[in-house]
Nanobody, 123 residues
């Protein structure tokens, strides 16, 4: 059974930073691209960052480009999202998953979603 456990969310002021982690189990993690998704209240889920299986290529949504960095440690079956210069509009529940398609849209995951981790950016 594939499982994703996201952690690292919290409340942060605008301009602050957070580092999210996602531990994966039940899959051969190093074989697959991984992505970080987010869903804000009343909005559709979006794929904000994507990394290839080996970690050599990353892609970002325009809304986070230059502020967020995705990385992975295949030895630990973990993918990370470093978020800097956070904005109020980054407030959302963040999830990780294996992207269903090679592109950034649609923002669909291959497996069932984990519980996510809530990021709240507020002054």
């Amino acid at each position: 059974q594939v499982q994703f456990v996201e952690s690292g969310g919290g409340v942060v002021q605008p301009g602050g930073s957070l580092r999210l982690s996602c531990a994966a189990s039940g899959i051969i993690f190093s074989d697959y691209a991984m992505g970080w998704y987010r869903q804000a209240p009343g909005k559709q889920r979006e794929l904000v960052a994507r990394i290839t299986a080996g970690g050599s290529t990353t892609n970002y949504a325009d809304s986070v480009k230059g502020r967020f960095t995705i990385s992975r440690d295949n030895a630990k079956n973990t993918v990370y999202l470093q978020m800097n210069s956070l904005k109020v509009e980054d407030t959302a529940v963040y999830y990780c998953n294996r992207p269903l398609t090679p592109s950034m849209t649609p923002a669909r995951g291959f497996y069932a979603w984990g519980q996510g981790t809530l990021v709240t950016v507020s002054s």
